[in-house]
Nanobody, 116 residues
């Protein structure tokens, strides 16, 4: 099984930046992809960005050009660099892992608030 812990959330002004971290432990070799999702109050969960074991990345349309997903060489931590933040980026950000066997695990989330 995989355990995920998110960190790095907080309050930031519009136009500012934050870097979120997702630290994974457990059966790391079984992970196929790590995905960042977000969910704002009253809204559906939205895919933000993903990175596969092979390093292929994908982004949601609303964050393309502003957010960057990356990871450490050991693949234990996945980062989400968020630049040019907007109030509509306010949400709880969750880390999700998917294994080759189809198992899915979630972190508890980290809150990002973009406000002046």
């Amino acid at each position: 099984q995989v355990q995920l812990v998110e960190s790095g959330g907080g309050l930031v002004q519009p136009g500012g930046s934050l870097r979120l971290s997702c630290t994974a432990s457990g059966s790391l070799r079984s992970i196929y992809t790590i995905v960042w999702y977000r969910q704002a109050p009253g809204k559906e969960r939205e895919l933000v960005a993903s990175i596969t074991n092979g390093g292929v990345t994908n982004y949601g349309d609303s964050v393309k050009g502003r957010f960057t997903i990356s990871r450490t060489d050991t693949k234990t931590t996945v980062y989400l660099q968020m630049n040019s933040l907007k109030p509509e980026d306010t949400a709880t950000y969750y880390c999700n892992s998917r294994t080759y066997s189809g198992e899915t695990n979630w972190g508890k989330g980290t809150l990002v608030t973009v406000s002046s």
